[in-house]
């Protein structure tokens, strides 16, 4: 099964577009993606072929998240999501599922395989079960564990309880990469959506310190006039 859904891949393979997406997610020397490869292949065509093998074990799955191929490790991502949604009566698998992500964020290791899968398996086992690992994540010297733990909150934020978003914004409020400013301002923004009260009590005696992307992208909904107030610094 493994091998069929490895060939399924390499045969859609695009060059043309595997050039675009490498250059797209900084796959250069030195950059956050360096010396991720890509196939070239499109999110939704890479979601139909996962539908097909939803059956592969930890240890198929494994190779998968191991691989240097961007696409592999994506396609891994989402069976382990879609694994996990089909065991919501199944406690014990769904653990084993968040054990696993857990065990493998190393390979989880570009924004769009954080985006596409933290707050569906962390963040959705978390409604269940919090057992306070965010925090640890947003404190990690991996820009993607602290990636995951911001991203992990979104359910959260669905479910109208912000303590966790604004808790881990708090301790990520003075980090230094730009992808993280935008994590945690698109994180601010959704609470804003639900209750700008709460997000503007928040910013209140932060924004005038917090990076300016990160402040962009968290009052990003807010009315004009206000906006540009934020911006001044004349709130």
Do not use: C
Not at 9 to 27: M, V
Not at 44 to 56: G, V
Not at 144 to 173: N, Y
Not at 174 to 192: C, F, M, P, Q, Y
């Amino acid at each position: 099964m493994l091998i069929e859904l490895k060939k399924e891949l390499q045969n859609l393979r695009d060059e043309n577009q595997a050039k675009i997406l490498g250059k797209y997610f900084k796959t250069g020397k030195g950059e956050y993606g360096e010396g991720d490869i890509f196939l070239g292949l499109k999110v939704p065509m890479i979601r139909k072929i996962a539908k097909n093998h939803n059956d592969l074990r930890f240890e198929e799955l494994q190779q998968l998240l191991s691989s240097k191929v961007h696409e592999e490790r994506m396609i891994a991502l989402m069976i382990l999501t879609n694994q996990f949604n089909k065991a919501k009566k199944d406690k014990l698998k769904q653990r084993q599922i968040f054990e696993f992500y857990l065990k493998n964020t190393s390979n989880i290791n570009n924004w769009d395989l954080v985006d596409l899968s933290a707050p569906k398996i962390v963040g959705e086992f978390l409604q269940r079960e919090n057992n306070g690992i965010l925090p640890e994540l947003a404190k990690s010297t991996d820009i993607w564990e602290r990636r995951i733990a911001i991203l992990s909150t979104f359910p959260f934020i669905k479910r109208r309880s912000f303590g966790e978003t604004l808790s881990i914004s708090d301790i990520l409020i003075n980090d230094t990469h730009d992808l993280i400013h935008k994590a945690v301002g698109w994180s601010l923004r959704e609470i804003g959506k639900k209750n700008q009260d709460v997000l503007e009590l928040f910013l209140k005696t932060r924004y005038k310190t917090m990076p300016r992307t990160m402040l962009r992208y968290s009052i990003e909904k807010f009315p004009q006039d206000l906006r540009k107030k934020y911006l001044k610094g004349e709130i």
